[in-house]
């Protein structure tokens, strides 16, 4: 088993900082497990950490792919894990770092997250019932062949409704029974979760509030002009937070001021659901830290995690 070591935490809580202080002590490189970073075009909106933040620290599963493209969890997966392997073979550390909870249990696990149809066409064709003949259909068709999740998942939650029925149609297999299956498999790594948060929840608002300002200073309204400009308003792109917002001041549905306010509201529940997912997570050691608190103070309580 090769140990990794995983930072993960809500978004502006501090995990780019601090996992570029741990990659300087440990020889380490950083694999990124945030889901919107691997797109070239998305730099501002997502908080792309630029050279100067990477301070020489080389960083993978970043600008990789165009929003163009579909991108599975089972791809994540698949190439993350050659880059960990990579950074093995050179001697080097390992360093997952990221916000987004599904990409990095499945590298971690490495059980083989069930692959869907990378040209998107299965759930397209769903999402277009769902619309058409409404989500009640949809959950009546799932409950038939998978249904514990049925029971499990809320009608309006369509996402993972048709994600699930998505996976049967083109697997035969559910998502229950899978889940089940990996349960039962020891994880591809040995990993040391390190949790980084401010202790006020009000703290962490404050911190998401001011990234949207800077990202508004650093020049997020022209990017999304561009994107738009170049036709990449499109999938991923149109969905992702700080974007979707914007391209709605610029159609003038919104002031600016309203857009800005939305991003950081919309930025702030986002951080709740990761925190949602987090707390569920036993492996994670958490920093729960002060206002004023100081990078090297918060990078020598992580390193005490790492003692054997």
Sequence with gaps: ???????????????????VELAKRLDGEIVSSDSMQIYKELNIGTA?????????IPHHMMDIVSVRENYSVSRYEEEAAACVEDIFARGKQPIVVGGTGLYTDALIRGTGF??????????ARLEAR???EGPEVIMEELRAVDPASAERLHINDKKRVIRALEVYQLTGKTITAHNLETQQKPPRYESIFIGICPGDRAHL????????????????LQEVRDLEARGLMIGTAVQAIGYKELFGYLHGEATLEESVALI???SRNYAKRQLTWFNKDAR??????????QLEELANIATTFLRP
């Design 1 to 19: 088993m090769k140990k990794v070591i995983v930072i993960v935490g809500p978004t502006a809580s501090g995990k780019t900082a601090l996992s």
């Design 205 to 220: 608002y404050e911190r998401i509030d001011r990234r949207v300002e800077i990202m508004m200073e650093q020049g997020l």
């Design 114 to 123: 069930l692959d869907c149809d990378d040209s998107g066409e299965t759930r």
């Design 130 to 132: 769902w619309e058409n």
């Design 48 to 56: 792309k950490p630029d050279m100067e933040e990477r301070c020489g």
């Design 264 to 266: 950081q509201q919309k």
């Design 284 to 293: 994670i050691h958490w920093i729960h830290y002060e206002k004023g608190a």
